[in-house]
């Protein structure tokens, strides 16, 4: 399959009719976002509720997948193949019942710092059946697509934030592989030492309490010096506030027995530091570079960083 329209071609001398639609999104994000996310197959279990993936196979750039897609209070299970045909555009087949869907996904800059993405939607089937269903399959994929792209949006749009913050991401060749997103070990953030700045950094937010006690703080912002601190019984357990994976906000992670898992793929991560908190407690922690000084006193928690 070099292309959709080839594709089309071939199911138009099978005797098929086609219908097609377009549905357009845009962000504050870089094209090769659109394109990691398009093939990072590892965040649909995590970040998306309607929709469920399995891999069969798959190459660099080439994928096939057994799906369960939730439309209105059923979930429809179908087979998919996603292709890698070009830079900055994917193609997608999924055979549903009685129609075929072929899904192009292009994305280019449209601005600085802009990105628009358009999908094109091709949907065939006996001409009767088109005509009959066609309203119906345009509803429900434009329903199911506004929802699953409010999350999606969040990824590209996390990850713009944090390009302008002079933070990159790790990408082996012009175009993602769908192999090297499924990497969970490796971390994919990129960053100079010099885009640390200690004003904002050395800032804490307490966001949970109990009483006068602090329960739970951010330092800084979500980026590579970002922590965030947890009291749970007089222990203090230090986490990051940015995954080194691909970047995502650990700021609501949950927890397991002290153990943070990413949002977007699930990695698991260790406190960074932890001990019993007692009165007028000071400690150091040296962290990426930095040295963090700490003074916490019940609802009192200064930061100096060196």
């Not at 059946?129 to 996390?158: C, G, H, S």
Request: aromatic share 12%; proline share 2%; charged share 25%.
């Amino acid at each position: 399959m070099k292309n959709t329209e080839t594709l089309l071609k071939s199911l138009k001398k099978s005797g098929l009719a086609n219908k097609s639609f377009q549905l357009f999104s845009s962000g504050e994000f870089e094209p090769q976002d659109v394109d990691w996310n398009l093939k990072d197959t590892i965040h649909i279990e995590f970040v998306h509720d309607l929709f469920s993936q399995g891999t069969i196979y798959q190459t660099d750039c080439t994928l096939t997948t057994i799906n369960s897609l939730k439309i209105l209070f059923f979930h429809t299970k179908y087979i998919g193949f996603m292709f890698d045909s070009e830079p900055n555009k994917t193609i997608y087949l999924a055979h549903i019942g009685l129609f075929f869907i072929a899904v192009t996904t292009e994305f280019y800059k449209s601005g600085e710092s802009k990105t628009d993405v358009i999908t094109t939607y091709n949907v065939s089937s006996n001409r009767l059946f088109l005509t009959i269903f066609f309203p119906f399959i345009k509803w429900a994929i434009t329903r199911n697509y506004n929802e699953l792209m409010v999350d999606d949006m969040q990824m590209r749009e996390r990850r713009g934030a944090l390009r302008k913050l002079g933070i990159s991401f790790v990408r082996n060749n012009e175009r993602y592989t769908f192999a090297e997103t499924t990497k969970l070990n490796k971390k994919n953030c990129l960053y100079k030492p010099s885009i640390f700045n200690r004003s904002r950094s050395s800032k804490v937010l307490i966001t949970k309490k109990n009483g006068s006690s602090v329960l739970e703080f951010l330092t800084g912002i979500s980026d590579p010096w970002g922590l965030r601190g947890i009291i749970v019984d007089d222990k203090l357990a230090l986490y990051p506030r940015m995954c080194d994976h691909e970047g995502a906000c650990l700021d609501n992670a949950t927890l397991n027995k002290n153990i943070m898992s990413c949002p977007w793929h699930g990695k698991k991560l260790k406190a960074i530091y932890e001990e019993i908190i007692t009165k007028n407690m000071k400690f150091i922690l040296s962290y990426n570079g930095k040295s963090f000084s700490f003074t916490i006193n019940n609802n009192l928690i200064k930061l100096i960083i060196t």
